[in-house]
């Protein structure tokens, strides 16, 4: 069974602080991982992927991502936020056919000035 | 410049009443797909296609219908709305790369009454 799990509904932080936003999967192959954010009254957008080879995956605007198949998590990272960061961002897992996607529940990140 | 556009931006429905939400790409995706979103919890998949005249269960597609009649053109509908199907609706397409090239429309916010 396919399932991703992202134990923090909310996330507050300060600009310029570091962030960390968890995301925990099963999979029972090799998944597929994603970063997903949501602007407020937006669509999703891309924000980096993983399929394999080095487990820190860069994405856009300074956000990157460590998988560890060990832990069975994805965490995504942040050295130094900015206000605009504030949005909901989703883990997103695709199994090894890759065009069906279980999204997890989604942390709602604040940054405060 | 890719893009899924989805209409009605909002709707407001009767219970019992039939309920039609349209989504149109021109990105030339194979793969069309329908989520549904309420808070608290991720997109759930409701139903996919991935080519024209067919359509599939996604994870959740009791009480719903697809329909593809064109490569551009997914619809997803509700033959008699529920309560529970308030909710906001997100269509997305994506190529044979998956969730790599996966677009989202802006949502349709669905209330019913």
């Known amino acids: 069974a396919q399932s991703v799990t992202q134990p923090d509904a909310r996330v507050t932080v300060s600009e310029g602080a570091s962030l960390q936003l968890r995301c925990k999967y099963s999979?029972?192959?090799?998944?597929?991982l994603f970063w997903y954010v949501q602007y407020p009254r937006q669509g999703l957008q891309l924000l980096l992927k993983y399929y394999s080879g080095d487990p820190v995956v860069q994405g856009v605007n300074g956000f990157e991502a460590e998988f560890s198949k060990s832990n069975s998590s994805f965490h995504l990272r942040k050295a130094s936020v900015h206000w605009s960061d504030s949005a909901v961002y989703f883990c997103v897992l695709s199994p090894s056919n890759y065009n069906v996607l279980y999204f997890g529940s989604g942390t709602k990140l604040t940054v405060e000035p | 410049e890719a893009a899924v556009t989805q209409s009605p931006r909002s709707k407001v429905a009767v219970t019992g009443g039939k309920v039609t939400l349209s989504c149109h790409q021109t990105n030339n995706h194979d793969y069309m797909y329908w989520y549904r979103q309420d808070t608290g919890h991720g997109l759930r998949l409701i139903h996919y296609?991935?080519?024209?005249?067919?359509?599939e269960k996604g994870d959740i597609p009791d009480g719903y219908k697809a329909s593809r009649p064109s490569q551009e053109n997914f619809s997803l509908i509700l033959e008699l709305a529920s309560l529970s199907q308030t909710a906001v609706y997100f269509c997305?397409?994506?190529?044979?790369?998956?969730?790599?090239?996966?677009?989202f429309g802006s949502g349709t916010r669905l209330t019913v009454l």
């Open positions: 997305a397409s994506s190529g044979t790369e998956g969730a790599e090239t996966l677009y």
């Open positions: 999979s029972s192959g090799t998944p597929y």
């Open positions: 296609s991935y080519v024209a005249d067919s359509t």
